[in-house]
């Protein structure tokens, strides 16, 4: 079994075919899903499809490039809404200077917020950083220092150096299907440093589809394309990786409840056609 451990269910791609979304993935040996939120006054649709599905979870969070607008100064209001079941993590958080859609020092201001509820709310923080390698990390490093929480640098194609901070201060890493990419060799280089226990593997569909899909609208059955390859640069078999991946989205995000989404204990989640190159990168 997978868990896409980032995708956008909610986002207008996705939702017009949600049921059959799900059902490809769970074709494809994807057990659950964790859809997260971007905007806060978005958060009831993806709230709600994590209430439709009992192997999907949400999580509560402003994209840094809608800080200008959504922008958090405290963490109280993600704090009120991750109090539902349905909510296991904050974010996605965190700082894009690549596009800059908001001002630095309110997507600053507002990560340090979504950081603040995930450490008294105990859920792990979910971080976006593009082109803010330095600043990603200092302030990971500040705020860790202040008390600790846990969480990940989800869709990872930063530099060796947010990978080492990650891993020193105790966060995970999740592989989307940039891995798969041409020019994605630094990438790949990082990725087969990295623990096995510290990996976890996403889509963030509907975007970044993984070869050979690529080009094409993304969803979470595509994660299988992602773990052949991360399993390929770790030297291990794909059932090691689906194991490790899956270990470790559990124990990062303690408030899911594994017992909806595992097989029976001598079963196996079902796959299409046996003989289907489904996990070909």
């Not at 559990?250 to 003989?275: C, H, I, N, W, Y």
């Amino acid at each position: 079994m997978l868990i896409d451990s980032h995708c956008h269910l909610d986002f207008p791609e996705l939702a017009a075919e949600e049921d059959a979304v799900v059902a490809r993935a769970r074709d494809a040996g994807v057990g659950a899903m964790l859809t997260i939120g971007t905007r806060l006054d978005a958060f009831d649709k993806v709230r709600a499809v994590a209430e439709r599905h009992p192997n999907i979870w949400c999580s509560v969070g402003v994209h840094p490039h809608e800080a200008k607008e959504e922008g958090q100064r405290t963490p109280d209001r993600l704090i009120a809404l991750a109090q539902h079941a349905k909510v296991i993590g904050i974010g996605e958080t965190g700082l894009d200077y690549f596009y800059e859609h908001s001002p630095r020092a309110e997507q600053a201001e507002s990560f340090r917020a979504h950081i603040a509820a995930a450490r008294r709310s105990g859920l792990p923080l979910i971080v976006h950083t593009r082109d803010a390698d330095d600043d990603t990390a200092a302030i990971l490093r500040q705020e860790m220092q202040a008390g600790a929480f846990t969480g990940l640098i989800h869709c990872f194609s930063s530099g060796r150096g947010v990978a080492d901070a990650a891993l020193e201060l105790g966060l995970s890493i999740s592989i989307s299907g940039i891995v798969t990419f041409k020019a994605a060799e630094d990438l790949r280089r990082i990725v087969r440093d990295i623990p096995l226990d510290r990996l976890l593997v996403e889509t963030d569909a509907p975007y970044l589809a993984p070869v050979p899909r690529r080009g094409k609208r993304n969803e979470p059955a595509f994660v299988a394309h992602t773990a052949a390859k991360v399993a390929e640069l770790k030297g291990i078999s794909i059932a090691e990786l689906e194991r490790a991946t899956t270990d470790n989205f559990f124990r990062l995000f303690t408030k899911a409840d594994r017992s909806v989404v595992l097989p029976s204990e001598a079963g196996e989640v079902p796959r299409r056609g046996g003989g289907e190159t489904t996990w070909s990168p």
